[in-house]
């Protein structure tokens, strides 16, 4: 078993982490806040990732998983070095690298011979280069292994992926990153490392261009009468198309999609490439958020318009309390900027814990603990995003207690039929 630092415990540097250690290796992470660091080593993991805190406990308890502030500190001894800090989105649409420049001149004086330098966060094409240039230590090898996990599943992404991507011009680099995996089965592609940085954004790239094109499906499912569902249904069969990411919804979001996708577009273009394509499917996002804010704001009756709505949803999508560029957010602007006021509910985010006002301070949202609190008096029904829960409402209590008699289901969650029979109009997404 290998000794493997990772740098940076967010949500790809914690779980790439914890299940390095899970696999048998010797894992050191490090973190630059020590309180977070302290936090880790008493097994306290501050994100929702289904089976993560399991993996921390397991890899404190065996000694295979420890915490320390700083990357030198990790790195001293280690053979591995697994670069997992932020790549954010500059002003301009490229990905600022400040983070990983810094994290490679950390730890360029410490790193044991030999070492294999890893970029696991997804950086762009031919930071590969900019690594090796920074650590300036010809002995070590800088591979590129790209994270290809989603949140709330970012465990089984790790540990049961669909395959492992390694790019590096040095085979011997490479043979030993993927020597690391030995007990996940599951293909592992070796190829040079700008075009596994590629695949990594070629990849988000396309799962949401698969995405723009539902929504747009569902736009003309409307102007045509078909029911979008049954649309997406009947493509899925297709092998060619395939089933999954195909569910129509209020946008796309999240802390990859719209960050890699407008990166990918800049390297493009700096490349000499006008990827109009990738454009398009940014603006065709761009219109589902106005268009779901549309079908809000027109839900709300003149007698009632000086009511507020109820809004069921806020994360990016379910089985996450992630709120970073989320759909939900962007509709939900552009209804406030309407003078609409707004009453929401998400089961991960508590009215308590004020993470709304704090990332998003100029957007006048209440919210409460429950979505019927969210509902009493409300002129409109709204849910942006596809928590199971709000399949089981009680909606003839919701009929008793709403002023309005609107449902706006932005992620056609709901059969149409159960509202529909206790009066409520109902407005889906294609349907
Ligand atoms: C994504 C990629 O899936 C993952 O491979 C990559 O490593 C990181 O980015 P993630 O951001 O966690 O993962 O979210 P994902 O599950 O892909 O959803 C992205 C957005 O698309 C969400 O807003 C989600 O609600 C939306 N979505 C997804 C749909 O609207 N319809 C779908 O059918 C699937």
Known sequence: MASIAIIGTGYVGLTTGACFSHLGHDVICADIDPEKVARLQNGDVPIVEKGLDRLVDEGLRSGKLSFVVGAAEASKHAEFHYLCVPTPQSDDGSADLSYLQTAAKEISAVLPENSVVVNKSTVPVGSTRVVARVLGRSDVAVVSNPEFLREGTAVSDFLQPDRIVIGSRDQEASIRVAALYSRIATPIMVTDPVSAETIKYASNAFLASKLSFVNAIATLCEAVGADVNDVVLGMGYDSRIGREFLRPGPGWGGSCFPKDTKALARIAQDAGYD?????????????????????????????????????????????????????????????????????????????????????????????????????????????????????????????????????????????????????FDYIGIGR
């Open 275 to 423: 990827f109009r394509f990738l454009n398009e499917v940014l603006q065709v996002n761009e219109e589902q958020f106005d268009r779901t804010a549309k079908k809000v704001v027109d839900s709300i009756s003149d007698e009632v318009s000086h009511k507020h709505i109820a809004v069921l949803g806020l994360t990016f999508k379910a089985g996450t309390d992630d709120l970073r560029d989320s759909p939900s957010i962007e509709v939900l602007k552009r209804v406030a900027a309407s003078g609409v006021r707004i009453k929401a509910y998400d089961p991960a985010v508590l009215a308590e814990d004020n993470n709304m006002a704090t990332m998003y301070p100029d957007l006048e949202i209440e919210v409460v603990s429950d979505p019927y609190i969210a509902s009493e008096g409300a002129a409109s029904l709204v849910i942006l995003t596809e928590w199971d829960e709000f399949t089981w409402l009680d909606f003839d209590k919701l009929a008793e207690i709403m002023e309005g008699s609107s449902i706006v289901d932005a992620r056609n969650l709901l059969d149409p039929t159960i509202p529909r029979r206790r009066g």
